[in-house]
């Protein structure tokens, strides 16, 4: 790990319980004009289907609607479904999106499904769903489309994505385990590793070790790059971190549980009981949330940073207040010292 930080957004448009979709899309892109003017490099949103507690369904639809509200910081997804969906028509739009913002667009692929599996079929209804086992020719056809067309023989081989000549977005590949890294390291693709899902973060440095050592460069990317997206709540004092988090703690519990409602408000959410298996699941996922105080979260973002060997760094901040979420986002630019450009640039 080499040079300091770069800090980034990921927002997944968390609702508040009492609050709308409505409100929760119209904050996320306020936040993005914020952590914009605070000095984060890229604001990342997500794709989430049929649940009442994330309101991001379209994720390239709000990369439009931020990308036109902001001037400088790189907009893209966190990541699209790409499983659903023909790659030919995810190229196409995200090929429209870099050319009315040239230079500022990701393309982040997941294969998740983004929800259930009975979404997952809506979604490709009335056609069969995607064969999962397909993903990596998904993602080849993705990048190859992308770049100018699949080769000539191949029966997509004379398709080319819009008009004219383009620059490209930047294609991630997203992912929680080894065989995600293992594809981008394949395809010479970047990487982000999902630390913030709390799943098997013990693994998490080890797969970023995996993917630099078997990367092979390709026409995209000449050596690793690799994103480290982390679960983070700063605060004045730990204490206020603490209770601000136990609203995130009650709804990550009930969503685990099927029950997809909106982040409850703090008072409701300390008043909860937890049962003891909730009570372990919760304090298993503290391992790898980022809580605290400014300095106490700078260090613990630099030590997750220095055990992935990555100086770039995603942060998910998901509470009941927007002010509260915004104000994390203040605090943590404060402690790394980045560089807030005023309206002017």
């Known amino acids: 790990?080499?040079?300091?930080?770069?800090?980034?957004?990921?927002?997944?448009?968390?609702?508040?319980?009492?609050?709308?979709?409505?409100?929760?899309?119209?904050?996320?892109?306020?936040?993005?004009?914020?952590?914009?003017?605070?000095?984060?490099?890229?604001?990342?949103?997500?794709?989430?289907?049929?649940?009442?507690?994330?309101?991001?369904t379209s994720p390239e639809t709000m990369i439009g609607q931020i990308a036109a509200r902001t001037e400088r910081i790189r907009v893209g997804s966190g990541g699209v479904m790409l499983s659903h969906?023909?790659?030919?028509?995810?190229?196409?739009?995200?090929?429209?999106?870099?050319?009315?913002?040239?230079?500022?667009?990701?393309?982040?692929?997941?294969?998740?499904?983004?929800?259930?599996?009975?979404?997952?079929?809506?979604?490709s209804y009335p056609r069969p769903q995607n064969d999962i086992s397909r993903y990596a020719e998904q993602v080849e056809h993705l990048v190859a489309h992308l770049n100018g067309g699949i080769q000539d023989e191949h029966p997509f081989g004379k398709l080319r994505?819009?008009?004219?000549?383009?620059?490209?977005?930047?294609?991630?590949?997203?992912?929680s385990?080894?065989?995600?890294?293992?594809?981008?390291?394949?395809?010479?693709?970047?990487?982000?590793?999902?630390h913030f899902f709390g799943l098997a973060v013990e693994q998490g440095p080890m797969i970023a070790e995996m993917y630099r050592k078997s990367f092979r460069p390709s026409a995209y990317l000449d050596e690793p790059k690799?994103?480290?997206?982390?679960?983070?709540?700063?605060?004045?004092?730990?204490a206020e971190a603490i209770r601000i988090?136990?609203?995130?703690n009650v709804s990550r519990v009930k969503s685990v549980q099927g029950i997809r409602e909106g982040v409850p408000p703090i008072e409701e959410a300390l008043l909860y009981q937890f049962r003891p298996d909730e009570h372990a699941y919760i304090s298993s996922l503290r391992e790898s949330y980022v809580d605290g105080d400014p300095e106490t979260v700078k260090q613990k973002i630099e030590a997750v940073a220095k055990s992935y060997q990555t100086n770039d760094i995603g942060i998910v901040t998901i509470c009941f207040s927007f002010a509260d979420r915004v104000r994390s986002y203040e605090l943590v630019a404060e402690a790394f010292g980045l560089q807030e450009k005023d309206d002017d640039g």
Not at 245 to 248: E, I, N, V
């Open 245 to 248: 988090s136990s609203s995130r």
């Open 161 to 175: 994505v819009g008009p004219g000549d383009y620059t490209v977005p930047d294609v991630w590949l997203l992912g």
């Open 85 to 123: 969906y023909s790659a030919f028509k995810v190229a196409e739009t995200f090929r429209m999106l870099e050319t009315l913002y040239p230079g500022r667009i990701d393309l982040g692929v997941g294969r998740a499904p983004g929800s259930d599996q009975l979404t997952a079929a809506a979604l």
């Open 1 to 56: 790990m080499q040079g300091k930080l770069r800090l980034s957004v990921v927002d997944q448009s968390p609702v508040r319980k009492g609050g709308t979709a409505a409100d929760a899309l119209w904050e996320t892109i306020e936040l993005a004009k914020v952590t914009e003017r605070l000095g984060y490099q890229r604001f990342w949103v997500a794709e989430h289907h049929s649940v009442g507690n994330f309101a991001g």
């Open 177 to 194: 385990r080894m065989d995600s890294a293992a594809m981008a390291a394949e395809m010479g693709l970047p990487f982000s590793f999902a």
């Open 226 to 238: 690799l994103n480290v997206t982390l679960q983070v709540l700063c605060a004045e004092t730990e």
